[in-house]
């Protein structure tokens, strides 16, 4: 079937529907024309939209495609950036994936993160004795990850630096002048990190990005720099989950004393139900190169392909019924399934998946055990709500705790 024969949303330009409806912009329209691909018109380019594992196997399995050119300028600078990983194909995507890989996975980063947040957010938190959720556990992984990663006190204690790393994530699905400045504060960061890069101690994850090589010479120092903040900026992007993560503990409280006493497993399971229930990556985009035929679909070369991630988590045929929090559905990153993509669908180490979910789930881990093991805390009023027409999504007030104590002090 070519993009021609599938049903249409109808609307000359869909761009001010995308914007105003955000997640549900795919999975209600699939719905409503009873398909899981369609056709539109996005920023006046022509665009198929799938949700469901068809979209997810031709994004994350399907040779023809590359992810240049699908994504909106400012989205792609104030996330991955020309000349990232991401942006690569083939045999080259795979060798500096390799380092990622390397970096995230094989080695130890999902403990020492762990380790280096759940201390100092504990410590944070039990200083200010109140804390909004999503701006402290995101400005603490920020630290943590920029001492991880082998920067100094002048950068990882730099609080714009700070800031400009969570902007970069909080700001890509936004249009407006709070997204020039963003934007702005990125390139400043670039020129930080390309100063420091001198000083890194020999084996810290950022020094290896920055003597990688490739046809035998190490990383530009543009390059080396987008590839750093790859590393740092999904680490930081955690902070999101982590919010979530509170909300729910904040709107099913019984979930704190069954987890206070709960082992690794069960706070995984319950951890990755966050995940696939929380809004956090909207749908992910590609470029075909030649023509491709995928299940049914013949698509031409240039054909703009977007595949709806938090729709396809919300599957009624994937996931019985879909807004129930139910962590007993045994779902794992350890385990590629073309319906539980969170952070993307296929293998991570030769796909464009995120290779971060290890790490992810460590430092979600370590929150859920702040949060019902070493912390008692009260839930002022506020405003937990959740708008999926801002993208990427948040509760709205970020979770806000007060009375914070530990534990052991009140015994």
Known sequence: MRPGALPSDGAPDATLALLREGYRFIPDRCMRLGTDAFRTRLMGRKAVCL???????????????????????????????KGSVQQLDGAAHRHRKALFMAVLVEEDAA?????????????RLCDEGEANVLAEASDTLAQVACEWAGFDQSISGDAALRKALVEMSARAGSVGPGTMAALLRRRRVERQLARALPGLPEGCPARRVATFEEDG??????????????????????????????????????WQQTLSCADRVDIEQFCEEVRRQSPFFPMVGAMTTRKVSHEGLDLPSGQWVLADLWGTLQSQEAFPLPNQFHPGRQLSWRHPNEDFVPQGGGDAATTHRCPGERVTLALMTAAVRILCGRLSWDLPEQNLDVALNRMPAAPESGVLLSGIRRLDALS
């Open 51 to 81: 949700t469901g594992g068809r979209g997810i196997r031709l994004l994350y399995g399907a040779d023809g495609l590359t992810r240049r050119g699908a994504m909106p300028p400012t989205v792609l600078r104030l996330l991955q950036d």
């Open 111 to 123: 403990e020492r993160l762990a380790e280096a947040f759940g201390r100092v957010w504990t410590a």
């Open 217 to 254: 010479a190490p990383l530009a120092t543009k390059t080396a720099v987008v590839e750093i903040l790859n590393l740092l900026r999904p680490i930081v992007a955690v902070g999101r989950y982590i919010a979530f993560l509170a909300r729910t503990l904040a709107v099913e409280p019984e």
